[in-house]
T-cell receptor, first 114, second 113 residues
Framework: DTGVSQDPRHKITKRGQNVTFRCDPI?????LYWYRQTLGQGPEFLTY????????KSRLLSDRFSAERPKGSFSTLEIQRTEQGDSAMYLC????????????FGEGSWLTVV | QQQVKQSPQSLIVQKGGISIINCAYE??????FPWYQQFPGKGPALLIA?????SEKKEGRFTISFNKSAKQFSLHIMDSQPGDSATYFC????????????FGKGTSLLVTP
């Protein structure tokens, strides 16, 4: 197991620009989750996929956010027209098989919007 | 709305002491309760987890105590070590939401030598 991999690890962008993060889950994990974490807070759920289907989205996931998992393997999270409030760590996680619920997190992608 | 409430916000324990972190939840549909450990700049790592059909689970120096009637659960770290200094998060999830985790706000633990 190589673990959940996220790229890039750090991103600084100007307000109004679009950014995209990529997540490669642990091999054969069919569930994939995105979370957002700000300093001093716990991770907040954004969305999750079972295979390629996006099954749940949080109210935190505004229209500027879109997530995809086109082939049920890697996933992307795109933020359009970034705002300073989007500055956070974006965490990807995965879990194996649909009846198991052990969730493994990646190292996160730090976003700073200036 | 915070679905899982965690306390204390911070904790200082001497080496060799017992660290205790408490969490409470309201949603009785939750059926999985993990604890995660997070070091600065890293993602959360699963430490130990429990289901509501057991009252206690122990793995090494880490123990979860679960009180279903009170809707509370706690993490006990025995013989705390400086290397345990990290932020700890409790969480809760339920099957019909894909086990998406609802996290507490975290406890910053400092173990002094």
């Amino acid at each position: 197991d190589t673990g959940v991999s996220q790229d890039p690890r750090h991103k600084i962008t100007k307000r109004g620009q679009n950014v995209t993060f990529r997540c490669d889950p642990i091999s054969e994990h069919n569930r994939l989750y995105w979370y957002r974490q700000t300093l001093g807070q716990g991770p907040e759920f954004l969305t999750y996929f079972q295979n390629e289907a996006q099954l749940e989205k949080s109210r935190l996931l505004s229209d500027r956010f879109s997530a995809e998992r086109p082939k049920g393997s890697f996933s992307t999270l795109e933020i359009q027209r970034t705002e300073q409030g989007d500055s956070a760590m974006y965490l990807c996680a995965s879990s194996p098989r649909s009846w198991e619920n052990t969730i493994y997190f990646g190292e996160g992608s730090w976003l700073t919007v200036v | 709305q915070q679905q899982v409430k965690q306390s204390p916000q911070s904790l200082i324990v001497q080496k060799g002491g017992i660290s205790i972190i408490n969490c409470a939840y309201e949603n009785t549909a939750f059926d999985y309760f993990p604890w995660y450990q997070q070091f600065p700049g890293k993602g959360p790592a699963l430490l130990i987890a429990i289901r509501p059909d057991v009252s206690e689970k122990k793995e090494g120096r880490f123990t979860i105590s679960f009180n279903k009637s009170a809707k509370q659960f706690s993490l006990h770290i025995m013989d705390s070590q400086p290397g345990d200094s990290a932020t700890y998060f409790c969480a809760a999830s339920k099957a019909n939401s894909g086990y998406a985790l609802n996290f507490g706000k975290g406890t910053s633990l400092l173990v002094t030598p």
